[in-house]
């Protein structure tokens, strides 16, 4: 197995989790996400992974993750994830797929380094729908290093930008959660 896929799955799974733990009343609950709810958050995180099996298919992405992404999510979110990561494992089940070159806003990539890419995405999106939430947010140790190594070449790049927050300081002893956090602009 790569070590993306099996990053990535360990990423999607615990995000899964995470959606099963959140108690249903707190779905329309203000997140850490600028202007997003629980809700938000989980739609965003679903519709991208339907669009990364679209791209792994070469077809449109039936859905745009920035937009109203609550919609995505819908009445049960719970059941909107579940249906998302039917599609995504089978995507990606065959070890085949991981050497497909597809197109992606990054532009060229293999569905290999696609996933990876996501990692991060998923991972700080757990921790972010864990506080909306009010469920456990310790994220897992090696993803969250995987993530750091992946984001510290680019932090000044990602700082301030649509996607992240502006960095926060930490102190130099501070674990890596609560780093890869501040990096992107979140406080642990």
């Given at each position: ?57 070469g ?17 049960d979110?719970a059941?909107?994830?579940?249906a ?8 990606v ?41 009010g ?30 927050g ?15 956090l ?7």
């Amino acid at each position: 197995m790569s070590a993306n896929r099996d990053r990535y799955l360990r990423a999607i799974a615990a995000f899964g989790a995470t959606v099963e733990a959140i108690d249903p009343s707190r779905w329309d609950a203000p997140s850490p996400c600028t202007e997003w709810t629980a809700r938000d958050l989980a739609g965003h995180v679903i519709a991208i992974q339907h669009s990364i099996v679209a791209t792994i298919i070469g077809e449109r992405s039936p859905m745009n993750p920035m937009k109203d992404p609550g919609r995505h999510a819908g009445t049960d979110p719970a059941a909107a994830w579940r249906a998302a990561l039917a599609a995504i494992v089978a995507a990606v089940g065959d070890d085949s797929v991981l050497e497909r070159v597809v197109t992606t806003w990054r532009g060229e990539v293999t569905v290999e380094k696609m996933l990876g890419y996501n990692v991060g995405d998923t991972t700080i999106h757990t921790w972010d729908l864990a506080r909306a939430g009010g469920v456990d947010d310790r994220l897992d140790p090696d993803l969250v290093q995987a993530v750091l190594e992946l984001y510290a070449p680019m932090a000044d790049v990602i700082a301030g930008t649509r996607m992240f927050g502006d960095q926060l300081e930490v102190p130099a002893a501070a674990d890596a959660q609560t780093r890869l956090l501040a990096m992107v602009g979140r406080r642990g």
